[in-house]
């Protein structure tokens, strides 16, 4: 069900990014920009709201999407019936982001209630089922891709009311995921019962750590994206680049899945590394057709990567999560807006002008090499950390096994005197006094250690020598390294009899 519903409400995002499957024949580019201005900030705000609203109100989630769902659909009525008027366009771009929003984040909200295998294997097949679709849609006449669009929209609403309604039932529909006892993020409650606060601060910092590269690449390469698709999408575009970046996220969602299954046990930087290493390489030597492909694709991978890092780190905490989710589904359209943007300030307005256009070119090669570096950088500063910890960790174990070889060493020691004194009749203070020089210490330290006077301490070694029949305190350390030897040899004998 969440995969059904995920994959429709992702077609019908696609069709908002390429409102022209629903906008009238003939629209004009300051419309197209128009709508695109009011979806990207509403993206932004409505994704940050839904977080926010979620995490203080977590009965909001439900609720939330709903609400979501209803904007979404009448975003695209008024699409569908808007006649040329920018502000109309900017209405309807609003609704259809702040709904998409809500839902997207919600149905992402969803995953964190599944295994982490599981729900990075829905996640990309939700990405792909709906690239295909939307692939399929848009090789079909406007009035039928419109209505498919419609019935999308509300089959994915339908999806989500059942999948809430069933996890409802099961007992497992939560998402007070920080009021789990004894968690990391547990509420924190004061001396008169009201909650004061969240535990487990070094805990968020040290998830917040692990999950900025990511982000950081998504935002970077969703930009990078937006800058590329007006010049595919203009009017003086090549007619086959706009079915190439409808194409492009399919790939991306193929190669993610892949991933999933042969590598997800591998650290995402490295894939990271591969898909802005190939966007490099693509920008330099690839027409621009295919070069658009890369971006396409690398942003879905860069997308869903993200998503499933905060989905695997976060799934026990899943009010946290949903912040995460929000912010970064907030960033990245944000990013995506800022983009479109972009090539009119360099003048590039089609093919021919962006590939005559180096300041544009260089402008988006420094920002994948720069992205590149901090990449490899993060990477070389963790494998030190790693290394640095193995390092410490191993100093402490040795650490540990000298202590105990050295306390097993003392306490050999004092059976040896202890058995000694014994044999000689040695009184308690001169077994004491013995097992101090058999350690090797010295007159004045067992006058301190014991608080007597030195000519005492004299007259018990001398009674120790007299009773052992030595002469010197090296004849002493010997004699008890023999007893001590004599007894590892009995030990072994016996182990060996008990053996066989």
């Known amino acids: 069900m969440v995969v059904a519903g995920f994959s429709l ?28 201005s009011g979806f990207g900030l509403a993206s932004f705000v ?22 979501g769902y209803a904007m979404l659909g009448a975003g695209c009525a008024l699409l569908m019936t808007a006649i040329g008027d920018a502000w109309v366009a900017v209405t309807a771009g609003a609704l259809c982001g702040g709904g998409l929003a809500c839902a997207y984040v919600y149905w992402l909200g969803l995953l964190t209630f599944m295994h982490r295998r599981r729900a990075m294997t829905a996640q990309g097949g939700q990405a792909l089922v709906g690239g295909l679709a939307f692939s399929l849609l848009s090789l079909l006449p406007l009035e039928v891709a419109r209505i498919a669009i419609v019935a999308g929209a509300a089959v994915s609403c339908v999806c989500a009311c059942v999948a809430w309604w069933r996890m409802r039932a ?26 004061v606060g969240y535990q487990g601060r070094e805990e968020l910092v040290r998830i917040f750590q692990s999950i900025a590269l990511p982000a950081l690449c998504s935002v970077v390469v969703s930009f990078l994206y937006g800058a590329l698709t007006p010049v595919a999408a203009s009017m003086m575009g090549f007619p086959r680049t706009v079915p190439v970046v409808i194409w492009g996220g399919p790939v991306g969602a193929a190669a993610y899945l892949i991933w999933t299954r042969i590598g997800a046990g591998q650290r995402g930087s490295l894939v990271l590394q591969v898909v802005f290493g190939v966007l490099a390489v693509l920008l330099l030597l690839a027409p621009f057709e295919v070069t658009l492909a890369g971006f396409s694709a690398g942003n879905q991978v860069c997308a869903l990567l993200f998503y499933s890092l905060i989905i695997g780190e976060l799934a026990r905490h899943r009010r946290v999560a949903l912040v995460f989710l929000s912010i970064g589904y907030a960033l990245v359209h944000l990013a995506f807006l800022g ?8 003048g590039v307005f089609s093919y021919e002008t962006f590939s005559q256009s180096a300041p544009f070119i260089m402008f988006v090669a420094y920002a994948i090499g720069g992205v590149l570096l901090f990449v490899a950088h993060r990477d070389k500063l963790r494998k030190m950390r790693c290394l640095e910890g193995e390092l410490n960790r191993q ?69 120790i020598y007299a009773k052992l029949d030595i002469h010197s305190k090296q004849e002493l350390i010997d004699l008890v390294e023999q007893e001590r030897a004599k007894g590892l040899e009995s030990c072994a004998d016996s182990d060996g009899l008990c053996l066989r």
Not at 49 to 61: E, I, T
Request: glycine residues 10%; positive net charge; charged residues 20%.
């Open 170 to 195: 099961s007992g497992e529909a939560s998402i007070a995921g920080l009021q789990e006892k004894g968690g990391v993020f547990s509420a924190r409650t004061g001396a008169d019962g009201e909650q």
């Open 9 to 36: 409400l992702c077609c019908v995002s696609l069709a908002c990014f390429f409102p022209h499957s629903m906008m009238f024949d003939g629209a004009s580019a300051p419309l197209y920009r128009s709508f695109n």
């Open 395 to 463: 100093r402490k174990e040795k650490e540990g096994l000298a202590r105990v070889v050295a306390k097993a060493t003392n306490d050999e020691l004092d059976l040896v005197c202890e058995s000694l004194a014994c044999a000689a009749g040695l009184t308690k203070r001169e077994t004491e006094v013995l097992t101090m020089l058999a350690r090797g210490r010295d007159v004045a330290f067992v006058c301190n250690e014991l608080c007597l006077a030195r000519n005492t301490v004299k007259g018990y070694t001398k009674r």
């Open 46 to 67: 409505g994704a940050l709201a839904y977080g926010v609203a979620v995490f203080r109100f977590p009965k909001l989630f439900f609720a939330g999407t709903l609400a």
């Open 339 to 346: 983009g479109l943007f972009v090539p009119w300030r360099f």
